[in-house]
C-alpha cells in the first residue's frame, strides 16, 4: 500500500471556517509535502515540512508533524470557496530516489 | 519556470485498443519525469519513474509502458487497453533545484469502453 493515508472524510465547511485534514504514514520520512488539487486539474504543491521541522507556516495554511505518531495535519484558516478541492499528503520515504507516493485525498467543499 | 504539457486533454478508446500519451516538459534540462495514474476519487498511483533518456523504472507490473525518447519527453503506451486502464493520467516533474518537490501537468481523462 502507498505510504499517506489521509483521513478519508469528505469534509464540508462554511466559508470563513477553518479547515483541518490529517495524514499518517507509514515508515520514517525525510519530508512530508501537502499537495492540492482542484477538480479535474494536476496537482499543485503547497507546502513542504522537513523530518525536523514540527510545525510550518504559508500564508493561510498551518502544517504540523508528529514524526513519533508518524502523522501530518494541514490547516486551513479563514477558508474561501476558492479552497474547495482535494488535499494529498505526499511523503518521499517509501519508494526513495527523488519518488513520492500520495495518499488517498481529503475533499474540501467550501461553501460560500 | 516548468510547464509541462500533456496531450490529449480526454480520450475515449474502446477495450483492447493502442495508447499513446505524451508529455512534454518546457524550462528545464535532463529532468526527473513521472507518470501517475488516479482512479476515480482515489490517490495517485506512480506508475513509472525516468531519470534520464531511456531510463524508466516501472513501479507496477501492469498493462502500460513508458518510453523517453528524447530529454523532455515522456510517453506513455499499451499496446491493448483494459477497462481497469480508465483513469486521469498525470505527468509530473521534479522541480530544478529540489529532491522532493512535484510540478503536474494538466493530465488526460482516459475513458476505456
Known amino acids: 500500500s502507498q505510504q499517506g493515508e489521509e483521513d478519508p472524510q469528505a469534509l464540508s465547511i462554511q466559508e470563513g471556517e477553518n479547515a483541518t485534514m490529517n495524514c499518517s504514514y507509514k515508515?520514517?520520512?525525510?519530508?512530508l509535502q501537502w499537495y492540492r488539487q482542484n477538480s479535474g486539474r494536476g496537482l499543485v504543491h503547497l507546502i513542504l515540512i522537513r523530518s525536523n521541522e514540527r510545525e510550518k507556516h504559508s500564508g493561510r495554511l498551518r502544517v504540523t508533524l508528529d514524526t513519533s505518531k508518524k502523522s501530518s495535519s494541514l490547516l486551513i484558516t479563514a477558508s474561501r470557496a476558492a479552497d474547495t478541492a482535494s488535499y494529498f499528503c505526499?511523503?518521499?520515504?517509501?519508494?526513495?530516489?527523488?519518488?513520492?507516493?500520495f495518499g488517498k485525498g481529503n475533499q474540501v467543499v467550501v461553501i460560500p | 519556470s516548468q510547464t509541462i504539457h500533456q496531450w490529449p486533454a480526454t480520450l475515449v478508446q474502446p477495450v483492447g485498443s493502442p495508447l499513446s500519451l505524451e508529455c512534454t516538459v518546457e524550462?528545464?534540462?535532463?529532468?526527473?519525469l513521472y507518470w501517475y495514474r488516479q482512479a476515480a476519487g482515489r490517490g495517485l498511483q506512480l506508475l513509472f519513474y525516468?531519470?534520464?533518456?531511456?531510463?524508466i523504472s516501472s513501479e507496477v507490473p501492469q498493462n502500460l509502458s513508458a518510453s523517453r525518447p528524447q530529454d523532455r519527453q515522456f510517453i506513455l503506451s499499451s499496446k491493448k487497453l483494459l477497462l481497469s486502464d480508465s483513469g486521469f493520467y498525470l505527468c509530473?516533474?521534479?522541480?530544478?533545484?529540489?529532491?522532493?518537490?512535484?510540478?503536474f501537468g494538466p493530465g488526460t481523462r482516459l475513458t476505456v469502453t
Open positions: 515508515t520514517s520520512i525525510n519530508n
Open positions: 505526499a511523503t518521499d520515504a517509501y519508494y526513495g530516489n527523488n519518488r513520492l507516493a
Open positions: 525516468s531519470v534520464g533518456i531511456g531510463q
Open positions: 524550462g528545464t534540462s535532463n529532468p526527473n
Open positions: 509530473a516533474v521534479l522541480r530544478q533545484g529540489s529532491s522532493y518537490e512535484q510540478y
